[in-house]
T-cell receptor, first 113, second 112 residues
């Protein structure tokens, strides 16, 4: 079964550093998402991306965050200057169509020290 | 009122018993509904989509009540492996790139 692949599985970084989280979507999926989950809390929407542009973003997704699909395969989330409160599990998710379910990658655990 | 609300549990269920729980949503225009399960520190995995007429997948039955704005999940003949957190997911519109909102999850513990 095709799957969404995320790298790295765990990233440790110092406060103020930039991080890039990577995702390889399922090949025929057109809609890409980033979610995050702080330990013990709910899964929170960050951003959705379709046709090479952001479709929707949450209040969490401020100027420190950006997404792009630089080479037509990878879908990346960049955090420019990490804060302690950015420590969380970041999930990439993709789907085929407007009302189809999301398929999640196995996540990147980001630890900001 | 939260967009998507779930009883956090835990629901302690004897093996072989039936358990059911609901998820309420605030946006009456919501169109798509899903149940996911999440194991500790793992990614959410799709359990089933929820259709207007209700649907069943093996031991799992999902229902949608639009009038009262909730969806439900029923698990029959519970197995130890059903222990997980069950996440309700709601999408407001069937549009490209629309946000899907997660509930906080209902924790189910199946015990021998």
């Amino acid at each position: 079964e095709p799957e969404v692949t995320q790298t790295p599985s765990h990233q440790v970084t110092q406060m103020g550093q930039e991080v890039i989280l990577r995702c390889v979507p399922i090949s025929n999926h057109l809609y890409f998402y980033w979610y995050r989950q702080i330990l013990g809390q709910k899964v929170e929407f960050l951003v959705s991306f379709y046709n090479n542009e952001i479709s929707e973003k949450s209040e969490i997704f401020d100027d420190q965050f950006s997404v792009e699909r630089p080479d037509g395969s990878n879908f990346t989330l960049k955090i420019r200057s990490t804060k302690l409160e950015d420590s969380a599990m970041y999930f990439c998710a993709t789907k085929t169509g407007g009302d189809s379910p999301l398929h999640f990658g196995n996540g990147t655990r980001l630890t900001v020290t | 009122r939260k967009e998507v609300e779930q009883d956090p549990g835990p629901f302690n269920v004897p093996e072989g018993a039936t358990v059911a729980f609901n998820c309420t949503y605030s946006n009456s225009a919501s169109q798509s509904f899903f149940w996911y399960r999440q194991d500790c520190r793992k990614e959410p995995k799709l359990l089933m989509s929820v259709y207007s007429s209700g649907n069943e997948d093996g031991r799992f039955t999902a229902q949608l009540n639009r009038a009262s704005q909730y969806i439900s999940l029923l698990i029959r003949d519970s197995k130890l492996s059903d222990s997980a957190t069950y996440l309700c997911v709601v999408s407001p519109i069937k549009a490209a790139g629309n946000k899907l909102t997660f509930g906080g999850g209902t924790r189910v513990l199946v015990k021998p």
